[in-house]
């Protein structure tokens, strides 16, 4: 018999119970054929214990494994800049002044492995998902503005070079930079990572950028390229050098996912700003580069950042797995009023992120809490691997669409549908303005004296242990951009290269100093 609290016979409010229910009564001992004899088969609540807990880490993700999240929700200021939004977009949750939508951000480095310090140098993920009321939108990003590469077919070459070598799992610069040698649209990216823009010192002083080009649309079906960019606003931004960020490793792991949770508990709620960037939707042959290049800044000069709204992150998570590391972002989760462009990372990256989570996470990842929308969801999508409930339909015998006999019927266009127009070969074939190195050239010279010697410094440890004809290539990469940030690269490397005395490496020049060390160091010991 049950208790009016769902409760069975014997059961408290704190009863310790397995997935069917079943009160456990003794969670210390599995059932043996007397106190020392052998296990038997039919010990239910150990395999069922056991075996979910072999199968409890989902396949940790590829890139941005190691995250931390929050929940918390977007303001719209109800104009983009000083215009009337809807100018621009027709997108809702933007256009009413102080609506606000509910959002669950994760942050994450994006080559480490779950377990990966938060000091490391690499891009951080700046991931937001908006539970609007006409569904999600996933603002999928990084902190820094810019990426290494512009076309999607080259990102798996890309994230192996940066993972460790494949026979001895170690990580090693000079696979990095042996695909980044062959790489120059990489430069720009090269010259934000290894400068103090690499390691923020945390994630609440960070920025975000979708890195991608995106459209709005508005009731017209007239677009606009866009850029979004998350600019903190009371919390400021603050970086590291690599020297600060080794003490903090020495001691912590883990010190930005406690930065996070710490600040939220405490009540100093962390909050960005959402601006963007707006370029018509053309050529434009007045710029030295394709305004579609993820390895390019649109100067603020020509398209000022407009404010649009701030978020607010005020809850942490109640259960990391369930929440942080369940969540799944997708670049093409968009809503009405926001559509793609021609961008050919964004294009890649639409159809990976959404087929990462189908794998990763399940079929049907999204009916997960997390994950689901906060409105009506009604599909004729049915079973697969861990479906718990069916969508919403008039008829539950009718599972497909056009039906006369209850099934679900398509939905009223609202707004005249966004059509670009094509007309051109297809082709595989590079942009025509690569401009590899001008930005380049540009940021080192707005680095201040002390983010300069900090990027040389990180450079030339980096590419010390590298091959000679990656280190000139590198350094002609360099020098293209700015004569001053070759020369020293060129410099500092050839002094480094006189001081090493080993030849050969299998780490970071750092790692294998420190291998050599341990050889020498600690206390022998005798068996026991």
């Given at each position: 018999m049950e208790d009016n609290n769902g409760r069975g016979t014997g059961e408290s409010a704190n009863s310790l119970t397995n997935r069917q229910g079943h009160p456990v009564t003794d969670n210390q001992n599995i059932r043996t054929v007397g106190n020392r004899g052998p296990s038997t088969l039919e010990n239910y609540d150990f395999i069922e214990k056991i075996s979910h807990f072999d199968r409890e880490r989902?396949?940790?993700?590829?890139?941005?494994?190691?995250?931390?999240?929050?929940?918390?929700?977007?303001?719209?200021?109800?104009?983009?800049?000083?215009?009337?939004?809807?100018?621009?977009?027709?997108?809702?949750?933007?256009?009413?002044?102080?609506?606000?939508?509910?959002?669950?951000?994760?942050?994450?480095?994006?080559?480490?492995?779950?377990?990966?310090?938060?000091?490391?140098?690499?891009?951080?993920g700046f991931a937001v998902k908006f539970y609007t009321e006409d569904g999600n939108w996933d603002l999928v990003g990084n902190n820094l503005k810019i990426f290494f590469i512009r076309d999607a077919m080259k990102f798996p070459d890309m994230i192996h070079a940066f993972k460790p070598d494949p026979v001895s799992n170690l990580s090693n610069p000079e696979r990095m930079f042996d695909f980044l040698s062959r790489t120059p649209e990489a430069t720009h990216m090269v010259t934000f990572l290894f400068s103090p823009w690499g390691i923020p010192a945390n994630y609440r002083q960070m920025q975000g950028s979708g890195v991608?080009?995106?459209?709005?649309?508005?009731?017209?079906?007239?677009?606009?390229?866009?850029?979004?960019?998350?600019?903190?606003?009371?919390?400021?931004?603050?970086?590291?050098?690599?020297?600060?960020?080794?003490?903090?490793?020495?001691?912590?792991?883990?010190?930005?996912?406690?930065?996070?949770?710490?600040?939220?508990?405490?009540?100093?709620?962390?909050?960005?700003?959402?601006?963007?960037?707006?370029?018509?939707?053309?050529?434009?042959?007045?710029?030295d580069f394709d305004p579609l290049d993820d390895t390019k800044l649109w100067p603020t000069d020509k398209f000022?950042?407009?404010?649009?709204?701030?978020?607010?992150?005020?809850?942490?998570?109640?259960?990391?797995?369930?929440?942080?590391?369940?969540?799944?972002?997708?670049?093409?989760?968009?809503?009405?009023?926001?559509?793609?462009?021609?961008?050919?990372?964004?294009?890649?990256?639409?159809?990976?992120?959404?087929?990462?989570?189908?794998?990763?996470?399940?079929?049907n990842y999204l009916q997960l809490p997390i994950n689901a929308p906060k409105k009506r969801v009604a599909t004729n999508q049915r079973g697969g691997q861990m479906s718990y409930h069916v969508d919403s339909g008039q008829n539950p015998h009718v599972n497909y669409e056009p039906s006369v006999i209850g099934g679900l019927k398509e939905a009223e266009q609202v707004g005249k549908v966004h059509e670009p127009h094509y007309n051109d070969k297809l082709v595989r074939e590079k942009i025509d303005r690569t401009n590899d190195f001008g930005q380049a050239g540009d940021t080192y010279r707005n680095f201040e004296d002390w983010e300069r010697e900090e990027l040389i410094s990180n450079l030339v440890d980096a590419l010390k242990v590298c091959r000679p004809e990656i280190q000139n290539k590198m350094i002609e990469y360099f020098t293209n951009a700015d004569e001053d940030y070759g020369k020293r690269i060129s410099d500092g490397v050839a002094k480094a290269v006189e001081m090493r005395k080993e030849t050969t490496h299998t780490s970071s020049a750092a790692a294998d100093e420190a291998t050599n060390k341990a050889q020498q160091m600690g206390h022998e010991a005798d068996p026991y």
């Open positions: 989902v396949p940790e993700r590829v890139v941005h494994a190691r995250g931390a999240g929050a929940h918390g929700f977007f303001e719209a200021y109800g104009k983009v800049g000083n215009e009337d939004i809807a100018k621009y977009t027709r997108a809702k949750l933007f256009q009413e002044k102080g609506k606000r939508t509910p959002v669950f951000v994760r942050f994450s480095t994006v080559a480490g492995a779950m377990e990966s310090p938060e000091t490391e140098r690499d891009p951080r991608n080009t995106y459209k709005w649309v508005n009731k017209d079906g007239e677009a606009v390229l866009i850029k979004y960019h998350w600019e903190p606003l009371k919390q400021g931004i603050k970086n590291l050098t690599q020297k600060e960020a080794s003490q903090i490793q020495a001691k912590s792991v883990s010190h930005a996912t406690q930065d996070l949770y710490e600040a939220i508990e405490n009540g100093d709620y962390p909050e960005w700003e959402l601006c963007v960037q707006i370029m018509s939707d053309d050529y434009h042959p007045e710029l000022p950042f407009l404010k649009v709204g701030k978020m607010v992150l005020n809850k942490n998570p109640e259960n990391y797995f369930n929440e942080v590391e369940q969540a799944a972002f997708g670049t093409g989760v968009l809503v009405d009023g926001l559509d793609f462009s021609d961008d050919k990372m964004l294009q890649g990256r639409t159809f990976s992120y959404s087929d990462t989570q189908r794998y990763r996470v399940g079929t």
